[in-house]
């Protein structure tokens, strides 16, 4: 049966600017192109855990503006659950994303309507209650996370937290989730020493693949690609972690660095995320 998942995160539109070379402060680079497209890393997210063959349901917050009925559209084409969308007066977020020739990018995002969402409504509550797993991330009000989490967990779901972007303070976090998923860059915060400081520590690598952390320390490798873009990249990780957790930390692992590795082949970040029928073949593969 599939996994329930339920994400509680950001919707964003994303512009992105192909550059050669990121800029310095201070300096300006001409674009070879410019692309508008689904993105936000709640969407994301939603997105690969359906693709993954999830039942998903997605608690996030769209303006009133023209971006939210495409952002709208977009989610409910990929079969992700908008039970759980408030609208809120105003604009949707957005994302400006530079991409250079080596893949690697730089995003700034204005939260519009993410910044007003909220867990005010006992039905959305009830969305988030009704699922086997818990996936937040942090582009939304940090109190809206830790209610999402403790809906979550009081309901007996397990609680991942993707911590992107990086919080100003993990203390109340790391106490009301039972997963979390970090950048390598950022994992010390997470760490005690050795220890991780929750139950299970998962740190993506880049193109090493993932470390779990978790009573014991497994690495598992990411297949070899020839990235053309790692926006979204690490949210397809999450998702599909999120959509395979309930089979455990073996099943799940290898998937989401599959997953994670064939989203950086495709330009952009909202429809970066593969079918699953593409994870399993690579992982086939000899
Ligand atoms: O992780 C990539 C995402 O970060 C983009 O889609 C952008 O909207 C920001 O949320």
Not at 57 to 83: E, K, M, S
Not at 156 to 166: D, F, Q, R
């Amino acid at each position: 049966m599939s996994a329930r998942v339920c994400v509680v995160g950001s919707v964003n539109a994303d512009l992105t600017f192909t550059v050669d070379r990121l800029p310095r402060p201070g300096q300006t680079v001409l674009a070879s192109a410019l692309d508008t497209a689904p993105g936000g890393k709640g969407g994301n997210q939603a997105v690969a855990a359906a693709r993954a063959g999830a039942a998903v349901q997605l608690v996030a917050a769209l303006g009133t503006d023209p971006a939210a009925d495409g952002l709208r559209a977009h989610l409910a084409a990929n079969a992700v659950g908008l039970d759980g969308i408030e609208t809120v007066p105003g604009p949707s977020g957005s994302a400006a994303i530079l991409v250079d020739a080596g893949a690697e990018n730089c995003i700034v995002v204005a939260p519009g309507a993410n910044a007003h969402l909220s867990l005010n409504s006992a039905a959305v509550r009830d969305v988030v209650a009704d699922s086997d797993v818990v996936l937040l991330s942090l582009e939304i009000p940090l109190e809206t996370a830790l209610v999402a989490a403790r809906v979550g967990r009081a309901a007996g779901a397990t609680v991942i937290l993707n911590a992107s972007p990086t919080p100003p303070d993990i203390s109340a976090l790391a106490a009301v989730v039972d997963v979390v998923v970090v950048n390598e860059t950022e994992s010390d915060a997470w760490l005690d020493g050795e220890r991780a400081l929750v139950d299970h520590l998962v740190i993506t690598r880049g193109a090493r693949g993932a470390r779990h952390l978790g009573g014991n320390r497994t690495d598992y490798p990411a297949p070899a690609v020839e990235a053309v873009d790692t926006t979204g990249a690490g949210d397809v990780f999450a998702g599909v972690l999120a959509a395979h957790w309930t089979r455990g930390v073996d099943y799940a692992l290898p998937r989401a660095c599959a997953a994670g590795s064939l989203a950086t082949l495709v330009h952009g970040a909202g429809d970066c995320a593969p079918y699953s029928e593409a994870v399993e073949d690579v992982l086939d593969a000899p």
